[in-house]
């Protein structure tokens, strides 16, 4: 979330519910719990299904509603139900993992800003889970245990985010697009070496890898902000940025994007200006 720079007039609420309850395979957490501080303890119970998500920032309470993923995994593969208040009609309210609507970083808590306020998820997880090599950068992974794979996880994190004592981030700053098959097609016949995966819709292309190497955006910047020299999809703020300056090299890029290879993509972020 990036909130402009005159703030923001109105009521923030900051959810600390805690708690976290191991009932045989099920964790379920207080939705003001670290969301890394629930992998770690998942990895200590020698319990498979969220490893690949280590060092994600955020607490378990925001996890669902982005469906965070990351290295081949994403939140929903592991969520059976969470309660939520539902601010419009008093309740509380549970939800299915069926019921959340789930997707791409998207959830019916998304796209419902303000409605729900999430309170309790519950995670099924695997004591004899196998690990999830699907990701490049974890291809090697396959006879790695529990606390390896986390410790490779976060290694991998390191190299692709800022030291964050010295600038800060929120992590990935763009939607992966996700086109036609025919778009797709048209891509791959331009940049032979552009990574792309199934998607629900279409065919979903790597946006660091045109944002680097088609574009050559790596660093671009607009005042205090910057894409990331190591990760084009993080936008970087350095101590003196401000929110202008992340909404500003947001539009630069996707501009430049829309111009020169003829599609559109979208913040992750939620934008309160």
């Not at 890394?36 to 669902?64: M, Q, Y």
């Not at 509380?92 to 997707?103: K, L, Q, Y």
């Not at 099924?124 to 245990?145: F, M, Q, V």
Request: hydrophobic share 45%; glycine share 10%.
């Amino acid at each position: 979330m990036l909130v402009g720079d005159a703030g923001f007039d109105g009521l923030v609420v900051k959810i600390e519910f805690s708690g976290v309850e191991l009932q045989e395979t099920t964790l379920i957490a207080g939705a003001g719990e670290s969301w890394d501080g629930l992998v770690a303890r998942a990895v200590s119970e020698g319990l498979w299904g969220v490893e690949n998500l280590s060092g994600i920032p955020g607490t378990v309470g925001a996890a669902p509603v982005q469906n965070i993923g990351a290295y081949g995994s994403e939140v929903k593969d592991t969520v059976v139900w969470l309660e939520a208040f539902d601010i419009e009609t008093g309740d509380m309210v549970r939800f299915a993992n069926s019921e959340c609507g789930f997707g791409y970083r998207t959830s019916v808590f998304k796209k419902s800003p303000g409605r729900y306020v999430i309170l309790r998820v519950a995670f099924e997880l695997k004591k004899d889970g196998t690990p999830n090599s699907s990701y490049k950068d974890l291809a090697d992974t396959s006879r790695l245990n529990l606390d390896e794979i986390r410790a490779k996880v976060l290694a991998i994190r390191a190299r692709k985010f800022p030291d964050l004592t010295k600038e800060g981030t929120a992590g990935s700053f763009f939607l992966n697009p996700v086109v036609s098959p025919e778009v797709a097609a048209a891509l791959k016949g331009r940049y032979p070496d552009l990574p792309q995966f199934a998607a629900e819709g279409g065919v979903k292309l790597s946006l660091a890898w045109l944002l680097d190497t088609a574009l050559g955006l790596k660093g671009a910047s607009v005042g205090g902000a910057r894409l990331f020299e190591r990760q084009p999809l993080v936008v970087v703020a350095s101590r003196d940025a401000r929110a202008q300056d992340v909404v500003a090299l947001a539009q630069k890029i996707k501009k430049e994007v829309k111009e020169k290879l003829h599609i559109e993509i979208e913040e992750e972020v939620r934008i309160l200006d």
